[in-house]
């Protein structure tokens, strides 16, 4: 008996700290997308523009994004976005670990970009 509810709060532990990691990657990968496609589709918006869009879209997420850890570049028609934060995760009750979590956009687009001020 004490053996089964052991191997039960064994799985309810493994069960729970997979709903939390799926909850802290499933906003990451959406941020991944929208900022891949706002980096693509930019038309002729400065980086500081396009920088300010990725926050927003940071924020739309509740992605704990800071201006800190985001870098917009360009050269030509070429696009580089770089970000990284850290997400809080709680893997078990009263443990919570601090995952760290970048991504890193390089793409082309057709448009003529707008220099920055």
Do not use: C
Request: proline share 7%.
């Amino acid at each position: 008996m004490i053996r089964t509810v052991l191997k039960l709060a064994l799985v309810a532990l493994v069960a729970n700290a997979t709903w939390h990691v799926f909850g802290a990657f499933a906003p990451h990968y959406k941020l991944k997308d929208s900022v891949q496609y706002a980096a693509q589709y930019r038309g002729d918006m400065t980086d500081a523009a396009l920088s300010e869009k990725i926050l927003g879209l940071a924020a739309q997420f509740e992605v704990p994004l800071t201006a800190e850890g985001l870098s917009v570049t360009h050269e030509n028609y070429h696009t580089i976005v770089a970000l990284a934060y850290v997400r809080p995760v709680d893997l078990a009750p009263g443990f919570t670990y601090p995952w760290p979590l970048s991504i890193h956009v390089d793409t082309f687009h057709l448009a003529q970009i707008k220099p920055d001020p």
